[in-house]
């Protein structure tokens, strides 16, 4: 390769040293925060005397049963996470009260722009955001414009039926896709790009269904649940922001991710 080569493969992402990736492969943002978090705590895990100081780290992110099953000790070490209360929970149901319904159903269609191992995510979300804004803005004079391009740039089968996915439950979504659908109230092409395991999408609710509502008696323990992972993820940013704060990061940016991405 000659050095006036533009095209020379990008930097190889480390954590304190341990490569991310082999050298050429190239990975999302996404990807490589995921895998950074997971070398973070790997690595605490064995300063914690948990992980065998020889276990070995890989180049294309999975971890050894012996390092999945350290972290998993180390987290239930430092993370602590205590019993949401009665009032806590109350609190909770009552200004999410559309959460907890059975039965409720939406008639939806969306465009798919797929995240796809080597895809520019950068340009793939310029691309969403154009169509985004050009079909929530002819929304209401051009009915047909939502179903033209969803056959000409989903990545999802269902573009050849104009984008439609027909009614859906929440178990027949994924849970990130699910939370942008279900317990609200909007009708329309909704006014966020949806992100999802799958890349990100533009979402119309055509049509609600609101179901029955639960008594809190009856979803208390469900509540708890959502309370207790809220607290959880929280936590664990935290604790990961503090590993990342004592760590040399060489080509990845935790600071850019919402969430922990932790597998």
Same mark, same amino acid.
Request: charge should be negative.
């Given at each position: 390769m000659s050095p006036d080569d533009t095209s020379a493969a990008p930097a190889v992402a480390r954590v304190n040293g341990v490569?991310?990736?082999? *050298?050429? %492969? !190239?990975?999302?943002?996404?990807?490589?925060?995921?895998? !950074?978090? =997971? %070398? +973070?705590?790997?690595?605490?895990?064995?300063?914690?005397?948990?992980?065998? &100081? /020889?276990?070995?780290? =890989? /180049?294309?992110? #999975? $971890?050894?049963?012996?390092? &999945?099953? &350290? $972290?998993?000790? +180390? +987290?239930?070490?430092?993370?602590?996470?205590p019993e949401p209360s009665d009032d806590a929970c109350l609190r909770h149901y009552t200004a999410h009260e559309s959460r907890y319904r059975t039965g409720e159903r939406v008639r939806v269609r969306h465009i798919l722009f797929a995240v796809t191992p080597g #895809?520019? #995510? @950068?340009?793939?979300?310029?691309?969403?955001?154009? @169509?985004?804004?050009? #079909?929530?803005?002819? !929304?209401?004079?051009?009915?047909?414009?939502?179903?033209? &391009?969803?056959?000409?740039?989903?990545?999802?089968?269902?573009g050849a039926e104009g984008g439609d996915l027909g009614w859906l439950r929440a178990d027949d979504c994924a849970p990130e896709f699910a939370r942008e659908l279900f317990g609200h109230v909007e009708v329309g092409v909704l006014s966020r790009l949806v992100h999802s395991r799958f890349g990100l999408h533009v979402v119309e609710v055509l049509e609600r269904? *609101?179901? =029955?509502?639960?008594?809190?008696?009856? @979803?208390?323990? !469900?509540?708890?649940?959502? +309370?207790?992972?809220?607290?959880?993820?929280?936590?664990?940013?935290?604790?990961?922001r503090v590993l990342a704060g004592q760590a040399r990061l060489e080509g990845v940016d935790l600071e850019a991710a919402d969430t922990p991405l932790v597998q």
């Amino acid at each position: 390769m000659s050095p006036d080569d533009t095209s020379a493969a990008p930097a190889v992402a480390r954590v304190n040293g341990v490569p991310l990736h082999a *050298p050429g %492969e !190239a990975l999302t943002p996404e990807e490589l925060r995921q895998r !950074a978090c =997971t %070398e +973070l705590l790997r690595q605490s895990a064995q300063r914690a005397r948990l992980l065998d &100081a /020889a276990d070995a780290p =890989t /180049a294309d992110g #999975v $971890i050894s049963d012996a390092a &999945a099953g &350290a $972290i998993e000790a +180390l +987290l239930e070490q430092c993370l602590a996470v205590p019993e949401p209360s009665d009032d806590a929970c109350l609190r909770h149901y009552t200004a999410h009260e559309s959460r907890y319904r059975t039965g409720e159903r939406v008639r939806v269609r969306h465009i798919l722009f797929a995240v796809t191992p080597g #895809v520019d #995510v @950068v340009a793939l979300r310029k691309k969403a955001e154009t @169509v985004y804004l050009d #079909v929530r803005c002819h !929304a209401a004079d051009d009915t047909d414009g939502f179903a033209r &391009a969803a056959a000409e740039v989903s990545n999802c089968p269902s573009g050849a039926e104009g984008g439609d996915l027909g009614w859906l439950r929440a178990d027949d979504c994924a849970p990130e896709f699910a939370r942008e659908l279900f317990g609200h109230v909007e009708v329309g092409v909704l006014s966020r790009l949806v992100h999802s395991r799958f890349g990100l999408h533009v979402v119309e609710v055509l049509e609600r269904e *609101p179901g =029955t509502q639960q008594p809190f008696a009856a @979803v208390r323990g !469900a509540v708890a649940l959502s +309370l207790r992972q809220q607290t959880y993820v929280t936590a664990l940013r935290q604790y990961l922001r503090v590993l990342a704060g004592q760590a040399r990061l060489e080509g990845v940016d935790l600071e850019a991710a919402d969430t922990p991405l932790v597998q």
